[in-house]
């Protein structure tokens, strides 16, 4: 493990290295001496919150995502809806957005993290960072072998941008070239785009998505269409219920065979026909080289976890602030009070 643990670390240096060039980079190190309890910490608040439900593993999984989709991994998507001292929106929190309202969710588990971490080493660990290790250690809490190593050194945005939310997360509508180009706005490509879609593995999707979008697809299997439309979200499905401000949806697996384990499904799934979302089955209905990763990854495990974490570093990679950039968040909901701002590390 030990072993593993180091070539795979090197490897992943060399990779992210070559692939950056020059800049600043973040290093695996950055914790070591100022809050080596980063990773105790962390692990500990995510097994716990992954035990009393196994769907946060998936929901922390995605926030680095949806983090580093939008302006660099900056923390910027954990920021609520701020005002000015005389009460005027300075900025809308990016969780309204499109592609995060009713959806994305695990902000407690990120709360309680930094709540531990502030009392272990106050001002040190920045939001960004949380995410990045969260997510690692969720994946790894559901079945993700082994344990890559996460870099650090990330800083905390001032601000979040729900238009740049709404502009840069994929939608689930989109088609493969869309998709690519969405990827490639962030410097990732079409390998990295197949790895991380594999986080679909695991986590749910409302039942609303799969009636508007998914059975008008005609990439899927007919029988697997009506299975969809009777049975897995029978019509009605695609309605929530609830008050206004706290509307309860209905909601399936995104793999449905074994949707809380971490392993190669998904792709089997997209071998079938069987994808969920249609930018899922996209991946493999498109001709091209995209064909080849899904089937590489179906039938080879270490290969899709080993493009998964590189894949996962080379995302935390996206554009991050370093050195005076940014901050060190207190409470990843709110910038820092304007005469407290943290100063460099
Ligand atoms: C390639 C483009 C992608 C699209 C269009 C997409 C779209 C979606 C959609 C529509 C959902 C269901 C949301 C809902 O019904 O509320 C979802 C869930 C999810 N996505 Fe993606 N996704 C993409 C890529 C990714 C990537 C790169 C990751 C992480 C590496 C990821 C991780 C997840 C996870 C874990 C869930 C389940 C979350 C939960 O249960 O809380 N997705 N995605
Ligand atoms: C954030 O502010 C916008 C604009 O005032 C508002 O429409 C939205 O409901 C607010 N979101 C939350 C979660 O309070
Ligand atoms: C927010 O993002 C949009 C879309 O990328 C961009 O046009 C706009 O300038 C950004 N706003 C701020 C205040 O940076
Ligand atoms: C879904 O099933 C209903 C009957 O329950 C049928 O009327 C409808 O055409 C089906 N939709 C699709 C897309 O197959
Ligand atoms: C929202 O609704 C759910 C399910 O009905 C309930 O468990 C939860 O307490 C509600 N939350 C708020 C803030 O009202």
Do not use: W
């Not at 035990?51 to 939008?70: G, I, N, P, Q, T």
């Not at 969405?182 to 695991?202: M, P, Q």
């Amino acid at each position: 493990m030990g072993g593993l643990m180091v070539g795979l670390c090197v490897m992943v240096t060399l990779l992210v290295m070559s692939s950056i060039g020059g800049e600043a980079a973040l290093t695996t190190n950055f914790y070591d001496d100022s809050c080596p309890q980063i990773y105790s910490i962390v692990k500990g608040e995510v097994q716990k919150a992954v035990a009393k439900e196994a769907r946060m593993a998936a929901s922390l999984v995605r926030l680095h995502f949806h983090d580093c989709f939008v302006n660099g991994c900056d923390g910027s998507l954990l920021l609520d809806n701020t005002t000015d001292s005389d009460g005027s929106l300075l900025f809308e929190t990016e969780k309204d957005s499109l592609a995060n309202i009713n959806s994305v969710r695990g902000f407690e588990v990120i709360d309680a993290i930094k709540a531990a971490l502030e009392d272990a080493c106050p001002q040190t660990v920045s939001c960004a960072d949380i995410l990045a290790v969260a997510s690692r250690d969720a994946a790894v809490a559901v079945g993700l072998v082994p344990k890559y190593p996460v870099f650090f050194g990330r800083r905390d945005s001032l601000t979040a941008n729900i238009t740049a939310a709404d502009q840069f997360l994929p939608a689930p509508f989109f088609t493969y070239a869309e998709l690519k180009q969405n990827f490639a706005n962030v410097g990732l490509n079409e390998l990295d785009l197949v790895a991380l879609s594999g986080a679909h593995t695991i986590g749910r999707v409302k039942c609303a998505i799969i009636r508007k979008f998914s059975l008008p697809d005609t990439d899927i299997n007919s029988g697997f269409r009506d299975f969809l439309n009777t049975t897995i979200c029978p019509p009605g499905s695609e309605n929530p219920t609830g008050p206004i401000n706290n509307l309860t949806f209905v909601l399936t697996d995104l793999d449905l065979g074994t949707p809380d384990t971490f392993d190669t499904n998904y792709y089997k799934n997209l071998r079938k026909d069987e994808g969920m979302i249609p930018s899922d089955q996209t991946l493999q209905s498109t001709l091209g080289i995209n064909q080849a990763f899904v089937a590489d990854f179906a039938f080879n495990k270490r290969k899709f976890f080993l493009q998964f974490a590189i894949s996962t570093i080379r995302m935390g990679n996206i554009s991050p602030l370093e050195g005076d950039d940014g901050e060190i968040r207190l409470n990843c909901r709110k910038p820092n009070p304007t005469d407290s701002r943290i100063a460099t590390q």
